[in-house]
């Protein structure tokens, strides 16, 4: 029964590159997970799994949390909207060219890495704010929006699992301090800097795609063919760069105001999901109020503007709401348990390591959840430094890898879910895209791991 619990996933992956369609197969998937668990509770009557699938979706929207990020995301449609339909987006774009400072792809792409870097308190809101910013410059030197969201996607998260001082980081933290690891816990989070391969060579494989301006397979035909959801996002004429900039900067300010608030001082223990909604609402009522005082649309035409904005993204939100949904189902399923079951204890010392990093981006993938795999994967992990003898930064630095590798290129994640929406990107594009690179980077990861658990356990 326990191989069963992997079919959930299974079925979402198959039918979304079957039939191209990605709320159906999430909602299959949540639909055969709720059927395995009646199956599993010994229970006869298999006619209630449509309605344990619409509970269980219902139960998934009611969480405080999930809230959060649905209304997120409905905001952010409308803070585009703002943005594009003012004409601050073709404004800043216009301004920036002229300035002379970005005058190539190579320029348009370093810059958009650069803000993904620099905003590493949270991640969906680095992804939001280097998509936004660079949707224009992408569309200006004919950059498609599979490489944007390949270049935010593949920058932010790395980059929050590298600079810790983030929710990723307290979150870690705490799972980790009730383990007797030899030394303080803070000085093994941090110890996972240098030995978390996968992110350092995202981060370089990113730089190499936009500094030789070369991309390949997938990207390379995405490339050619300029392929774009939302070409005319920026179609607006251009007036002011203030209705850009300004809503922007206040999104930026706000969240590192807000975790600090959420955090009673310490913004290392702020709310993410909190302080992001808060961030962007501001943000809306920003834009919303450049266009009345300067006049540049009524109330009533703001509104209409904001509330279309939440329309267009209205099918990725329900796909955000639907990835939560599994994998709150999956969860239940004991689906990550059995992937982590992976790691044997009849490994070879030296594979240890590199099956932890292997079940993270196997378990993270099939469950769309980072947070999720740290919380199976680091229990298993940690008692592995006592009993073995075994780093206890370089096993957590090879779980840490392994969940990001699923966080940034599931296609049932919610972050690849709002990185194709902050770049304006089809979802299966971006999965179709960026999986290539992922998985040319995860092969080079184990290879390392080998080579340093055997350089530091012989």
């Not at 993270?360 to 795999?373: D, E, H, K, L, R």
């Not at 599931?410 to 990185?419: E, V, W």
Request: glycine share 8%; proline share 4%; aromatic share 10%.
């Amino acid at each position: 029964m326990e191989w069963l619990t992997v079919l959930p996933p299974v079925i979402a992956i198959g039918v979304v590159i079957w039939k191209k369609e990605v709320i159906l197969a999430l909602f299959l998937a949540i639909l055969s997970s709720e059927l395995l668990l009646v199956v599993s509770s010994s229970s006869s009557n298999w006619l209630v799994t449509p309605l344990n699938t619409i509970d269980r979706i219902v139960d998934t929207a009611a969480s405080s949390g999930t809230t959060r990020i649905l209304i997120f995301s409905l905001l952010v449609g409308a803070l585009l909207a703002f943005i594009r339909d003012s004409g601050g987006v073709s404004a800043t774009v216009n301004r920036v060219i002229s300035s002379g400072l970005i005058n190539s792809k190579k320029r348009v792409g370093g810059v958009t890495m650069f803000t993904g870097m620099m905003i590493f308190i949270e991640s969906n809101l680095s992804v939001l704010t280097a998509g936004i910013f660079a949707r224009g410059l992408f569309d200006k030197y004919k950059m498609s929006r599979a490489r944007l969201a390949y270049i935010i996607d593949s920058t932010c998260a790395p980059i929050c699992i590298l600079i810790l001082l983030n929710g990723w980081g307290a979150y870690v933290l705490a799972l980790i301090s009730t383990y007797d690891l030899g030394q303080d816990p803070l000085a093994v989070l941090w110890g996972t800097v240098p030995f978390n391969v996968y992110a350092w060579l995202t981060l370089v494989v990113v730089a190499y795609t936009i500094f030789f301006d070369k991309v390949h397979g997938p990207m390379k035909q995405a490339e050619d063919l300029l392929e774009s959801v939302d070409s005319s996002m920026d179609s607006s004429p251009a007036t002011k760069s203030r209705f850009m900039l300004v809503p922007l900067l206040v999104m930026i300010i706000g969240m590192f105001a807000f975790m600090f608030m959420t955090g009673q001082g310490d913004i290392t223990k702020g709310s993410g999901s909190k302080s992001v909604l808060y961030a962007t609402f501001l943000a809306c009522i920003v834009a919303y109020g450049q266009l009345l005082w300067h006049k540049r649309f009524t109330h009533q035409q703001s509104i209409k503007i904001g509330f279309r904005g939440m329309g267009e993204l209205l099918p990725l939100v329900t796909i955000v709401l639907l990835s939560i949904a599994l994998g709150t189902s999956l969860k239940a399923l004991g689906t990550g348990l059995f992937v982590s079951g992976l790691v044997g204890e009849n490994l070879p010392l030296i594979l240890v390591v590199p099956m932890l990093f292997v079940a993270g981006a196997i378990m993270s993938f099939t469950t769309g959840t980072s947070w999720g795999t740290f919380a199976i994967l680091i229990p298993i992990g940690m008692p592995l430094v006592t009993t073995l003898g075994l780093p206890p930064s370089l096993v957590l630095a090879a779980i840490l890898g392994g969940g990001i590798f699923g966080d940034h290129c599931s296609p049932i994640s919610d972050t690849t879910a709002i990185s194709s929406l902050a770049a304006g990107c089809d979802l299966l594009t971006h999965v179709k895209t960026q999986m290539p690179y992922a998985l040319f980077v995860g092969a080079i990861t184990i290879v390392a791991y080998v080579l340093l658990s055997l350089q530091i356990l012989f």
